[in-house]
């Protein structure tokens, strides 16, 4: 049996401390993928203005933490680089996993690539990532422009999915 697994990246108070898009709706539906999953996985970033165990480093408030979850921490924007993210991985024998959280365009986006080249089938979870306003575009138009690339990456006989969260429960309901 593949475990449904949900991956969720730097969703961390010290990331959201920077106001953040939809960030209660976009909690709201990673806490539905949270729900349903078989496995939970928590990224969490690890470095100057986010020190191991401070308060800026905890998960966010919003979200459900369940037992038996698992946390990774990571110091760079890839969770999987100098991280025991793919040892983890493969003593669980997850190839495919759903994705979600902070940031769209840091975090989020170098991780979805970085295992699908690695060979994981990754479902992105359209709804449930999000960012900040950058300069020179609203954190919306990043979030639209990101699944659009994230659903055309060219990376043979590995796409990448692109679902909205109803979509994906409907289809773990459906398995």
Known sequence: MTLRTVMVIDMQ???LATPRFDRAGCCARINQLIAAADQVIFIRHNGADLPRASESWQ??????????????DKTACDSFWRTELAAQLALLEVTRFVIAGCATDYCVDVTIKAGATLGYQITVAADAHTTSDRTWVSAEQQ?????????????????VMVL???DI???WRAH
Do not use: M, R, S
Not at 65 to 70: E, F, R, T
Not at 143 to 159: F, G, K, R, T
């Open 59 to 72: 998960l966010v408030p919003e979200l459900t933490q369940p037992a038996g979850a698992l946390y990774i």
């Open 169 to 171: 429960l409907q289809a």
């Open 164 to 166: 909205a969260t109803a």
């Open 13 to 15: 108070n010290g990331v």
């Open 143 to 159: 979030i639209n422009q990101y699944n659009e690339i994230w659903a055309d990456l060219i990376v043979p006989d590995n796409p």
